[in-house]
């Protein structure tokens, strides 16, 4: 491994190698409700913003919240640890869905360009 080099980027790079178009995890579902998200498929998330608006107060449906989408799963993976109830599952896989449809939809928008990464590989 000699004359060879190891680099590890943070989650943070991909903002600034999409030119700010992938989200911090404080602007996730500000970004989930810019790309229509919620306004097309609301119900598809009613139990996750039950769960958001009942242990963080929080409306996930309002423009421009922010809030920290990691703080809110590791909240549900310390409840699920606790207790495996169905409901909670349910909750992780709509949560789990919804970051889900952000990156895919986000990725099909990143062209190949000579973003940040490129420029520190070089």
Do not use: W
């Not at 004359?3 to 991909?14: C, E, Q």
């Not at 178009?21 to 579902?29: A, D, Q």
Request: proline share 1%; hydrophobic share 40%.
């Amino acid at each position: 491994m000699q004359g060879k080099r190891l680099f590890i980027l943070g989650a943070g790079a991909s903002i600034g190698h999409t030119n700010k178009l992938f989200p911090s995890i404080n602007k996730f579902f500000m970004k989930a409700d810019e790309l229509g998200i919620f306004s097309k498929e609301k119900h598809e998330f009613k139990k996750l913003a039950d769960y958001i608006q009942e242990f963080f107060g929080q409306n996930i449906f309002k423009k421009r919240i922010k809030m920290n989408i990691e703080t809110i799963f590791t909240h549900l993976e310390i409840q699920l640890e606790r207790s495996s109830g169905g409901n909670l599952i349910g909750i992780r896989e709509q949560l789990l869905n919804l970051i889900r449809l952000v990156l895919i939809k986000l990725a099909s928008q990143v062209r190949d360009q000579d973003g940040e990464y490129k420029k520190f590989a070089k």
